[in-house]
């Protein structure tokens, strides 16, 4: 027999279901979601939280025609298993299958592509805005997060939306949590809200007075929220001084209570807020009880939420190691954190340092300035941000930190290809928007104990400094039990063959260092010397090495796991240009393109970032090569 779920081609079908059709479908969903990412991993707990909130809007509202604009949209597989996509939920963040968010190329149904937090205000406020000018009638609904309100763009769209449109409804999906727990004023008060006397009653009373008096009873409720939002029975609500119509706060679990509202709201000529509280995980038992953890995961056992142990340290954790010796030794030093203390590790290192620990919440341009601010005391920042949410606070990083040529140091968890989240997620661009800025020093560790020795380097150094390493694991090294510094700007040379390294030099950045040795070996069975480079820095260049080499080698290849665009490769270029040396340059990195999700080894093959394509790429260089050797014999 088919479930419900599976008679659900498009929207439409969800529409022609009955009340207790709904509630069922919302129990397959979440047995659906509980087991198809028990396999792929992904984003389970937010999603189990939003089950009866995307069925409800999908039963009211009408995509495309009308557009859900999501924050992050980590949250978006409901809306994937309600919009056509039920067949392939199972194939979400895998090779060639759904991405992990929501994109525009993926389905009609995704008006909007996301990954990054606290655009959705605003993405949708643009939407509202063009079909007014449009003079379209189509609804705008937008859901963020309790989380998306520690990020400053969400104020900044807020700020516009009242003069700008009169018809837009923001739905605020709050769980009270972020990844970790929600952090800042803003949670505070939202959890005063939802906690005051009024509002629980008024909350209460909604479900109880639905079901004597169905659809009239929200507007009774919607009227005593107004006089609640205007301070005569609870706390003033801010969103009412923002000139969006507050409701709520609903029970986000509560079906025809949502539905009921979604009819309402729907007919409002002003902007509106929904508030609706929701539980991260529901349905799940361990997912409620490790709410970090089931935020987003790999695979797990579906009856008991356990996951396999891996057994290698990453880079993360090494990182956060390397800072707690750091730190027992800097009493100056500072950890700061965008919301991602389990992501980046800090987890490890805020027991340890608790008084020296700072989660901003998503808020990644205020962390930098944050820590400029606390640089300009003495203080030794560490932000702890990854290489693709760094990209918020570019201009931080140049006006107040390089410029001023403060100590901040910029360590970018998940720099190069980041797999299966996909492209929001890879940090493929940080070299490029970081090596132009004067003052900063730019490094990328071969292993993880010259990680630990990159962040005493740059703990050591007076001015601003980034390094970049990879998710996950690396290659195992043993870590020393306290780091040495590196000589800033000077590179390593890994390997000559026969003591000469003479025809052709490769320098691997970073995770990609294999891949140079691994060329190297197949350039030797050719009978060719090479020698093999770990460049530690992207900036300052080893000018001296890279001089040198290029005055002897017949070619120079660059590996990188970073855009061939602006990249080191890139940089290698500029400066032999800039010394006139004529020299050929093979770069290998990843294209002007946006890459899809995937597997990170399955990726680098299909778009060349290995030793056999760089081979391939260096053999019309190669034969130039081998015929001034027999000439020389
Ligand atoms: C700019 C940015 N920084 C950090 C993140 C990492 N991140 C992904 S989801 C999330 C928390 C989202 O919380 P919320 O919006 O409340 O949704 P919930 O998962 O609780 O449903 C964070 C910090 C991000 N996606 N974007």
Known sequence: MSTILETIA???DVKKLTMPQLETLAEEIRERLILSVSKTGGHIGPNLGVVELTIAMHYVFDTPADSFVFDVSHQAYVHKLLTGREKQIGTIRQPGGLNGFMLRTESVHDSYGAGHAGTAISAALGMAVARDLAGGREHIVALAGDAALTNGISYEALNNVAASTKRLIVVLNDNAWSIDRNVGAIASYLHKVVTHPSYVSLHDKAADLLERFGGKAVRHVA???????????????IFEEFGLSYYGPLDGHD???????????KQQNKPVLLHVITQK????????????????LGPYDPATGETKAVGQKTYSEIFAETLVKLADKEKKLVAITAAMPNGTALDLYRPKHADRYFDVGIAEEHAVIFAAGMATKG????????????????????????????????CMDRGGLSGDDGPTHHGLFDISYLRGIPNILHMDPKDEDELADMMYTALLHPGPSAIRYPRGIGPGVKVKDFPVALEVGKAEVIYESKGDGSDVAIFGLGALLPQATELAGMLEKDGLSAAVINPRFVKPLDKALIERYAKQVGLIVTFEDHVLMGGFGSAVLELLSELGIDVPVVRIGWPDEFIDHGKVEALREKHGLTAAAAFKKAQPYLAGIAKKHLAVR
Request: positive net charge.
């Open 379 to 410: 203080y030794r920042p560490f932000c702890a941000i990854y290489s693709t949410f760094l990209q918020r606070a570019f201009d931080p990083v140049v006006h107040d930190v390089c410029l001023q040529n403060l100590p901040v140091v910029f």
């Open 281 to 296: 995980g529901k349905g799940f038992q361990p997912a409620l009880e490790k709410q970090k953890k089931f935020h987003g």
């Open 223 to 237: 009227h005593k929220a107004e006089e609640a939002a205007k301070g005569l029975l609870g706390p003033s609500m």
């Open 10 to 12: 498009s929207p439409a």
């Open 255 to 265: 079906l025809p209570l949502l539905i009921e509202t979604f009819k309402f709201l």
